[in-house]
């Protein structure tokens, strides 16, 4: 699929996005941290151990707001903990940024 001149590829769980980043070798991450199988945490830190995609760029996308929650974002390997509702202009910003 095709979002604003980018491949997109959507993945409802941790266990899809961990079978399928091998294959679609993203460069972005866009990361829910509130997954229904596995915590957006612990994914950054398995998408970041895997050799084909440790320089993606994850940003969690999330309504965890804590001090504590973003410095486990930190932590885990995601560069942006960005809140929801995410404003476009601010993500399309970050996609810019990371397409170099």
Do not use: M, N
């Not at 993945?11 to 915590?39: E, K, M, S, Y």
């Not at 895997?50 to 965890?64: K, M, Q, W």
């Not at 932590?75 to 995410?86: C, N, Q, R, S, T």
């Amino acid at each position: 699929a095709q979002t604003a001149g980018h491949s997109v590829k959507l993945c409802r769980t941790g266990f899809q996005a961990l079978q399928a980043a091998p294959a679609f070798r993203p460069h972005v991450v866009l990361l829910d941290l509130g997954l229904p199988d596995i915590d957006g945490w612990d994914l950054a830190r398995q998408l970041k151990a895997d050799p084909v995609v440790p320089e993606a760029l994850i940003i969690a996308v999330s309504a965890y707001q804590t001090t504590a929650d973003k410095r486990r974002s930190e932590e885990a390997g995601i560069a942006y903990h960005l809140g929801k509702p995410v404003h476009q202009a601010e993500l399309l910003g970050l996609l810019a940024q990371a397409a170099g």
